[in-house]
Nanobody, 124 residues
């Protein structure tokens, strides 16, 4: 069992940056693959980035490549999502999730644990 807590969301102007954190309690993150998802009003939940046990990473969709990066700190049991050059279309609730597999998945149904989400709002 693992409990996830996201933080770092907020209101930022277009072009700005935010760093989201996903802190885990319970089992260590080194036993999980972790993904970041986002959900905008009226839209489906969308995979954004993930990191696996072995350091494999996926950044998706193309609209965030080159702007978002994911990293992990096993000592702090925390995964980060660095978001740069933010755009109004990045506005959403961002969730982190963990799955008990070593590799990342972009499918939300394959994740076992979810945080409560953190709101990111990008103004134009």
């Amino acid at each position: 069992q693992v409990h996830l807590v996201e933080s770092g969301g907020g209101l930022v102007q277009a072009g700005g940056s935010l760093r989201l954190s996903c802190a885990a309690s319970g089992r260590t993150f080194s036993s999980y693959a972790v993904g970041w998802f986002r959900q905008a009003p009226g839209k489906e939940r969308e995979f954004v980035a993930g990191i696996g046990w072995r350091g494999d990473m996926i950044i998706s969709p193309d609209s965030v490549k080159g702007r978002f990066t994911i990293s992990g700190d096993n000592a702090k049991n925390t995964v980060y999502l660095q978001m740069n050059s933010l755009k109004p279309e990045d506005t959403a609730v961002y969730y982190c999730a963990a799955r008990t597999q070593y590799y990342v998945s972009s499918y939300s149904s394959q994740y076992d644990y979810w945080g409560q989400g953190t709101q990111v709002t990008v103004s134009s």
